[in-house]
């Protein structure tokens, strides 16, 4: 037997937050926190990298060789296309706003035709274009780089899709003469963690030669980032006890952000005690803000209102905005509204003008102490439980399609791994909601199929459409067309 | 903003932290042994062993089209265009729970809250169901929301069930402070059941997951108050000093009732030294709106009416929408309850009015309080007023408020108007309980007006709402007092006969006293023998129901039977003239051709028989095929049920 999907073609969902621009998506795109300008000045640096997401002139300038549009980098966890990988000789994309033809490019051809090994300059040029797998190839085919190249291609290796190549240049990496270069290391444990592969981030790690604080505050906030809170809250100990490294007031931040992921909300406010009380530093509001992250994030929402009710300062801005991003994770409207009027107050440049009036509830959740004083205390009998009649609808396995001499069970057993069921529920898991299924069959839907994909229709309120080599069943709301005709 | 005098998280928030631990490594090592069987996946990527508990995906690890989705779901919720948009949502979610993009707990658990804001708990508790049965993990939210539900819709102790499961020592989601506010709200302030209040807080401090909430102490010490129980609710008060160290409790929500409870033993000085401490410029306690509505109502009932406008001032100083928030609805009744307890009612009117001053709108509740300060001071005119009020400000009016008003005119003996009252509600589609109709019977009955009263219970039955023991009680008595045996007796059959009410031995006594002073002993057998005799009647009046439904069900089967067989004789019928056509013409061919066909007969029956092919009457093969469509039809039946 075999059954294939047809499905239409996926339309994406509708853009979201149309009526209010708000939206969640910022809590995943904060960007790792690595601060190449906060590298402690015991490390030598031998060369300044140029911040990442900067478009500057770089400093080996690309031969000739004109800059276009560089594409936008490819966001985290992107399901859509990858992101162009052109062949060496096709050209880049041109320019959508075309001022004019485009640039010549003569001298931009085979690059194995060139010179015999392409330079570093070449491969920074192609990282920054992100052409991470032409400039792969390159390296392959024995291309110098240097600390530099090494760094810039890293940073293109953004996406998990690249994680492939990030491990190729790591490779070509760890044979170059400059393997210990704590700048390029460090940038690879940030990408390893932007790709979501935290075990190579943690092998890398483990065989640096050297770490600063930042390796130390890249792997765990990577960690935390990809939803590994608890492991984070143990390398810190490890930092703490094995390494005896005296943590910042940034590390606390990403400590907190930590225990935020992995519900750990005791440990957080040990540490925060901790932050004062044995490395002296004094709380700042972003701590604070961590605090409250905390209990929101482990779905203490009340608890966190109250605590910033208490807060030893006025609550700003930032206390606010943390606030209604946790009521919008939550679900909480009332909630939402209030910090967005605080929030609104204390900066107004956060106003949501598309936002629309909420309405009110219908009875309050609290229930007034007063509302009890009028009440009438009644005393009953223990009410009698009643069986109410539920109409109660489940699936029952019609074994008789099942021509096989075996027992009950495995006749039941065996109903369920029929073509159409396992076609459905394939298509179920890789379409959108709503989306109509169309299933085709080379023979006769049985029965028993009949009944469920009736069942299955209704629960998952999708259209399926089934062809047997009879006719066409289309199956909406627990009806099927062909009226129960089979 | 000063950063100077920072406190002690642990002070901050006592509820949450419940000292069980001293260092994060221990508390790290508990966490770990808590979610040892615990993991993360999105379905349908299945668990590594039967036993593991599925947690919820941190927010990080979330794709951006299930953040997509989240936000799609959201503005459904948040700006409703119309009633469906919120059924629209809690239908998507259930839909996309079968998608290539599911709804993580989070959305899960802001359509439950929209729900439940809406108290559409139908609705909840079945979203809440599908979600479960799909594998959608629950969070300390989604719990706390489902306690909620199982409050609202009255239910205290399957919410102590599953409060008691989640907070089992191995629990991988804890329970939140809120989930036990709820709870013990629920069982204290609805319900009455303090002791079993107390016990759920002694539960609380045990599993360790949530420390001593001050919050929770104050529901509980508010109804020890209430009971008229104050020692109990000041040791409550020095249990919680001592868990958190005893050092000064920093939550203010507290003090209220604890000034309640001392004035309650008739200690005024240690109230008002306490008052002084916890209010005073330098206190370190943190008072919000409720807080300071509960010191207000303490100095106000107690006679404090001065104390209590000076602190109301304050208050009202505080008070800095948006960002301060220290004067809401209720502290305006509050006040007007202050006002009312020292007699005056016409300032309780102006501090009414003046609520606009404070940007507070007020609300029904602060209405219904007024008009029950007014009725009960025969100022039934004042309260009409305000009855208008209420429509005019755009509110409507609830059951309370017409069962308020009843009560006024009962009091000065309008008793047409107060009847009127109440009748309207069924105008406005409201829906009055229990309570109301006892209250109507209560003061009808006041009134001498037996018959009416006897009415209205009566309406209530009709209605289904059962009548409490209370409003039986109260006829009963005022027919043994009317001497109206032969209604009492009548009245006490309906309570006998009411199986949600239990006839009181004192009741009893009352209508066998009543009836053997009139010399009337017989009756009493009589009543209860009829009694019994009408329950038996009834319950075989349901069994015979039961076997008519049964015998009508069995005779639609039996049809439908017979209808399938009739079929099914067709059709065999039709296919044997049509294969009995074909194999003549066949016959004709050849013997058209000339070569007989010895054995075409032969051939032709069992080719007939093999195929359960038979010419009419043949009894045994009919039976077979009748047979296996007859469970064809059943399982038609099943399928339409299953649906």
């Known amino acids: 037997m075999a059954a294939a999907i047809h499905r239409p073609l996926l339309r994406s ?97 085979h690059p194995q035709n060139q010179a015999p090994q392409a330079g570093p300059g070449e491969l920074i040029g192609m990282a920054r274009e992100g052409r991470v797998k032409e400039a792969v190839e390159l390296l392959d085919k024995g291309a110098r780089a240097d600390p530099h190249a090494f760094y810039e291609l890293a940073a293109a290796c953004s996406n998990p899709k690249l994680l492939e190549e990030l491990r190729k240049i790591h490779d070509f990496f760890l044979r170059s003469p400059f393997r210990a270069d704590l700048q390029v290391n ?60 005296t943590p910042t007031a940034h590390t606390f931040l990403l400590v907190l952000n930590a225990c935020a992921n992995s519900e750990a909300i005791e440990e957080a406010f040990l540490y925060f005690d901790a932050m004062s009380r044995d490395h002296g530093i004094e709380p700042g509001v972003e701590h604070y803000v961590g605090i409250i992250e905390v209990l929101g994030k482990s779905g203490h929402l009340n608890e966190a209102m109250e605590y910033i009710e208490k807060l030893p300062f006025e609550p700003t801005a930032m206390v606010w905005e943390s606030l209604l991003n946790l009521a919008r994770m939550n679900g909480d409207i009332d909630l939402e509204d209030r910090a967005e009027e605080l929030l609104v107050s204390l900066d107004p440049t956060k106003v949501n003008p598309k936002k629309l009036p909420t309405p009110p509830p219908k009875r309050r959740l609290g229930i007034n102490m007063l509302d009890g004083r009028n009440k009438l205390v009644e005393y009953r009998l223990p009410p009698k439980i009643e069986k109410k009649v539920v109409n109660e609808q489940r699936y029952v396995p019609d074994t008789r399609y099942v021509l096989h001499d075996i027992d009950q069970e495995a006749k039941e057993q065996a109903l369920l791994y029929h ?30 199929c009949h009944n469920a994909i009736k069942i299955m229709s209704r629960i998952v309120g999708r259209e399926l459409i089934v062809r047997d080599n009879k006719r066409f069943h289309h199956f909406k709301d627990g009806k099927c067309s062909c009226g129960d005709y089979w | 903003m000063s950063l100077s005098k920072p406190l002690s998280a642990r002070r901050l928030v006592p509820a949450l932290f419940p000292l069980a631990h001293t260092s994060p490594a221990s508390a790290a090592a508990s966490r770990r042994a808590r979610r040892r069987d615990a993991f993360v996946a999105t379905p349908p990527t299945p668990p590594p062993s039967p036993s593991s508990v599925r947690l919820a995906e941190p927010l990080p690890s979330l794709a951006p089209s299930r953040l997509a989705l989240h936000n799609r ?187 309640k409870a001392y004035f309650l033993m008739g200690m005024e000085e240690k109230a008002m030294d306490c008052y002084r401490e916890v209010i ?112 005019e400000s755009g509110l409507k009016a609830d059951e309370e408020t017409h069962v308020l008003l009843m009560e006024g005119c009962f009091r000065v003996d309008r008793i047409d108007e107060g009847i009127n009252y109440f009748d309207k509600m069924d105008e406005l589609e409201l829906k009055p309980d229990a309570t109301a109709y006892h209250k ?51 009245i006490t059959k309906v309570i006998l006969l009411d199986e949600k009410v239990a006839f009181s031995d004192e009741m009893k006594e009352l209508l066998e006293g009543a009836l053997c ?80 066909a010895p054995d075409a007969n032969i051939m032709d029956s069992e080719f007939q028989s093999r195929f359960g092919i038979t010419s009419d009457g043949d009894g045994a093969l009919q039976g077979i095929s009748s047979g296996g469509e007859t469970k064809e039809g059943e399982d038609e039946t099943k399928g339409g049920d299953g649906q």
Not at chain 2, 287 to 309: I, K, P, T, W
Not at chain 2, 458 to 469: F, L
Not at chain 2, 567 to 577: F, I, L, M, Y
Not at chain 2, 585 to 591: A, G
Request: aromatic residues 6%; hydrophobic residues 40%.
């Open chain 1, 419 to 448: 073509s159409e069921r396992l076609a459905i529920a394939y298509g179920l898991i890789s379409t959108p909601a709503r989306t109509p299924l169309r299933i085709i069959k080379n023979l006769r839907i049985c029965g028993d």
């Open chain 2, 440 to 490: 109507i019977a209560d003061g009808l009955i006041g009134h001498g007006m037996l018959d009416k009263a006897r009415m209205y219970i009566d309406r209530m039955r009709v209605k289904e709402i059962s009548p409490s023991t209370a409003s039986y009680e109260a006829l009963l008595k005022a027919y043994v007092a009317a001497a109206r045996l032969d209604d009492s007796i009548g």
């Open chain 1, 186 to 245: 460090n940038k690879m444990l940030e990408m390893y963690a932007k790709c979501a592969a935290m075990t190579h981030a943690r092998r890398t790690f483990d065989h640096m030669p050297d770490r600063n604080m930042d390796s130390w505050h890249i792997m765990i906030d990577g960690y935390s980032v990809n939803g590994l809170g608890d492991v984070a809250l143990q390398l810190f100990e490890e930092m703490k006890s094995k390494y005896g490294i």
């Open chain 2, 73 to 259: 779901i959201l503005e459904l919720l948040i700006s409703p265009k119309s009633d469906d948009d919120l059924a629209e949502a809690a239908l998507f979610t259930r839909h996309a729970l079968h998608s290539n993009c599911r709804p993580s707990s989070f959305t899960c658990a802001a359509v439950l809250a929209a729900l439940l804001r809406a108290r559409r708990l139908e609705e909840f508790f079945a979203l809440h169901r599908f979600a479960l049965q799909a594998a959608v993990p629950p969070t300390a939210v989604t719990h706390a929301l489902y306690l909620s539900a199982l409050a609202a819709r009255g239910l205290p102790d399957a919410a102590i069930h599953h409060l008691r499961i989640i907070s089992r020592p191995r629990s991988p989601v804890p329970p939140s402070p809120t989930a036990y506010r709820v709870v013990v709200r629920s069982l204290v302030v609805d319900h009455g059941r303090l002791s079993d209040g107390i016990q759920l807080k002694d539960e609380m401090l045990e599993s360790g997951f949530v420390g001593p909430d001050p919050q929770v102490y104050n529901i509980l010490m508010a109804g020890l108050v209430e009971a008229g129980d104050g020692a109990k609710a000041v040791e409550l008060y020095d249990e919680l000093k001592e868990k958190v160290g005893g050092e000064l409790i920093v939550d203010g929500i507290v003090y209220g009732s604890l000034m």
């Open chain 2, 280 to 391: 005073g410029a330098e206190s370190e306690v943190r008072f919000d709106a409720e807080s300071y509505n509960g010191v207000v109502d303490a100095l106000g009932q107690n006679g404090r009416l001065d104390d209590a406008l000076e602190l109301f001032e304050i208050m009202r100083r505080e008070h800095d929408p948006p960002l301060r928030i220290s004067v809401n609805v209720r502290s305006f009744s509050v006040m007007v309850d202050a006002y009312c307890a020292a007699g005056r009612i016409d300032d309780a009117i102006a501090v009414f009015r003046r609520m606009g001053e404070c940007e507070v709108v007020a609300d029904v509740a602060a209405y219904n309080n007024l008009i029950r300060h007014l009725s009960l001071q025969r100022l039934v005119s004042e309260a009409e007023l305000l009855y208008k009020d209420i429509e």
């Open chain 1, 13 to 109: 969902l509708p853009s979201s937050s149309t009526s209010r621009s708000r939206s969640l998506l910022h809590l995943l795109s904060r960007p790792l926190s690595f601060h190449p300008s906060a590298t402690s000045p015991n490390h030598p640096q031998q060369w300044q990298p140029p911040p990442p997401p900067q478009w500057s002139p770089s400093p080996p300038p690309p031969r000739n060789y004109q800059h276009q549009q560089q594409p936008p980098p490819p966001p985290r966890h992107n399901y859509g296309p990858p992101p162009p990988q052109h062949q060496h000789q096709a050209p880049p994309p041109p320019p959508r706003n075309n001022y004019g033809p485009p640039p010549p490019r003569q001298n931009y051809g």
């Open chain 2, 517 to 596: 002073g009139e010399g009337r002993k017989d009756d009493i057998t009589k009543l209860y023998e009829d009694v019994e005799k009408e329950k038996a009647e009834a319950a075989a009046r349901a069994a015979e129901e039961k076997e008519r439904a049964d015998a009508l069900a069995r005779e639609e089967r039996e049809k439908r039977r017979a209808e399938a067989a009739a079929k099914d004789e067709a059709a065999a019928r039709a296919s044997a003239a049509a294969i009995e056509a074909i194999l003549g013409h066949k016959r004709r061919t050849e013997n058209v051709t000339g070569e007989p």
